[in-house]
């Protein structure tokens, strides 16, 4: 509160000073007027240093191009106050007001997302000093040597100046709509209030300057000044807080601010191009190029971004769809693999067939060497039938419990059961001891089932028939298969065998 006082006390002091001595460019008028800009500064420097990591950059940046403004009227005070023979300090002043642009520009331009690459903070920084060299070349030329006494040239400087600081003004107040968290919406709106206020009155008082300056003229400069203050001091208006942009709004915004800087530079080589026309040209195209550059860059990492989440993805699906104890494919995939397997079946009328394949005496083994055992089991079990199996786009997956299933794309009943030979075998060459079993070693059973490329079955009943296939293998004595008895597309009787 103190420091709202303190300005309204400088406010006054200005008018009153500015009053007394009858020239608004007097340096006692000034010098209250300094005073105003450099309170402007430390409320923004203030604001800075209590805000949150990502926030510190913009706030900072509102500071720089606060004390820039404040360097520059004081290099002018200093000019008048001295009687600047040499001109010195009068390019001083134009070099200041030229840099005053490089923080406002990338205030309200830059998206400041944490993710965000550097190389794109470079080019806005170098978009940015572009803006600032050609305004300074713009500067000089018009307003020195035999052009600074044409009101045609002043008047082009002034309508310039009226553009970039409207754009900014216009750019902040975007953001400031487009902001989705409310300390950002908070920093816009301190920088929109400044950058709209600072245009309109610098766009008054150039007019006015044109037809000699009032008294009281210097005051308007301390308004938009005065506002950071009351800003930065004060609790923010509660819309501020209540107001919510969508995600389309917000992504839009932010994704159309980087065009805003290149059309500044280009709108400014134009301008430019009559007093300089080399680095305007330079400048024009180099904006062109690095929007296409900025637009290329983002367009890469958005497609690598894509790949990461494709990758993730499908690390997934693969997760979702496995055994977490042993690793193949779990009863959800051989579900939907064993659809797909029996559709294509039926419409390319081949033959397609399932294999269950149960351990025998699981319950013993468990018993007799415990669970741990029994896990370690089951993962050689599922280890030898997945590298035993015939083709690479066969499923071995397990079932549930000791059980598991083998799914045969484009496979006869006839070619199932050598693939059942095969698997016995392979179980069999493991060798795992099995202190209660009659042969001494893990031994499986499997029932197959075949879908006959005349009489489709869908996937619960082919299930079902292995299932069946599979209890008989059992009952006949274990370490053997069986085939379904309803399902016998090739002439095969059902078979059986000791493994
Ligand atoms: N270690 C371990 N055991 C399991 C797992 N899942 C099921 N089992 C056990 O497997 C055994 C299956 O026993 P049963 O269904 O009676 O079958 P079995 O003893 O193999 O007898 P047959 O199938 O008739 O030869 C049970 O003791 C279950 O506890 C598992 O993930 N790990």
């Known amino acids: 509160m103190f420091a709202i006082w303190l300005v309204v006390l400088l406010l006054i002091a200005h008018l009153g000073l500015a009053k007394w001595s009858g020239h608004a460019e007097d340096t006692l008028p000034q010098l209250a007027m300094l005073a105003v800009m450099v309170m402007a500064v430390w409320a923004a420097f203030m604001r800075y240093r209590r805000s949150p990591a990502l926030l510190r950059l913009p706030w900072l940046l509102m500071s720089l191009a606060l004390a820039m403004q ?69 500067f000089t030329k018009l307003l020195s040597g035999p052009l600074a006494s044409d009101p045609a040239s002043i008047y082009v400087v002034i309508y310039l100046a009226d553009a970039i600081d409207f754009s900014l003004s216009a750019m902040a107040i975007l953001r400031l709509l ?3 968290s409310f300390r950002w919406r908070y920093f816009y709106y301190a920088a929109s209030v400044h950058l709209l206020v600072n245009a309109t009155v610098a766009a008054i008082y150039n007019r006015i300057e044109m037809h000699g300056l009032p008294w009281w003229a210097g005051s308007l400069i301390d308004i938009p000044h005065a506002l950071v203050v009351l800003v930065a001091v004060r609790q923010p208006p509660r819309w ?41 040209l330079l400048a024009g195209s180099a904006a062109v190029l690095f929007y296409g550059l900025r637009m290329a860059f983002i367009q890469s990492r958005h497609l690598d971004r894509q790949r990461a989440v494709d990758l993730s993805t499908w690390r997934l699906e693969q997760q979702v769809g496995r055994d977490p104890l042993t690793g193949i494919a779990n009863r ?43 896990d370690a089991c089951l ?47 392979a179980i069999g060459r493991l060798q795992i001891v099995h202190p209660n079993c009659p042969s001494g070693y893990i031994t499986v059973s499997i029932g197959i089932a075949t879908q006959a490329a005349q009489t489709p079955v869908d996937s619960v009943a082919i299930l079902d028939e292995a299932d069946r296939a ?7 004595g274990r370490n053997r298969y069986e085939l379904a008895l309803h399902v016998m597309p ?10």
């Open 379 to 425: 993962v050689q079990v599922a280890c030898a039938l997945s590298s035993s199996r015939v083709r690479a786009n066969d499923v071995v997956a397990r079932y549930g419990g000791e059980e598991f299933a083998v799914v045969l794309a484009d496979t006869t009943a006839e070619a199932a059961q050598d693939v059942a030979c095969r698997l016995i075998e």
């Open 178 to 180: 487009g902001a989705r």
């Open 470 to 476: 599979l209890y008989r293998a059992k009952s006949q």
């Open 70 to 138: 404040v360097f520059w009227v004081g290099t002018n005070v200093l000019a008048a106050t001295l009687g600047d023979k040499s001109g010195y300090l009068a390019a001083l002043a134009t070099v200041l007001s030229s840099l005053y642009v490089i923080p406002c520009m990338f205030m309200v331009t830059r998206s400041f997302a944490a993710d965000e690459a550097r190389t794109m903070a470079v080019l806005d920084l170098v978009l940015s000093c572009m803006v600032a060299v050609q305004l300074y070349l713009f």
């Open 332 to 374: 959800a995939m051989l579900d939907t693999r064993l659809r797909e397997v029996l559709e294509e079946g039926r419409r390319t009328a081949s033959y397609c067939s399932v294999l269950m394949i149960d351990i025998d005496f699981f319950k013993q083994y468990n018993d007799s060497l415990g669970h741990i055992a029994g």
């Open 240 to 280: 501020l807080r209540a107001y919510h942009p969508s995600l389309a709004v917000s992504q839009t915004i932010t994704s159309f601010a980087p065009i805003i800087m290149t059309m500044v530079v280009v709108m400014l080589s134009i301008s430019t191009s009559r007093v300089s026309l080399a680095p305007s």
């Open 490 to 499: 090739d002439g095969l009787d059902s078979v059986h065998m000791n493994g």
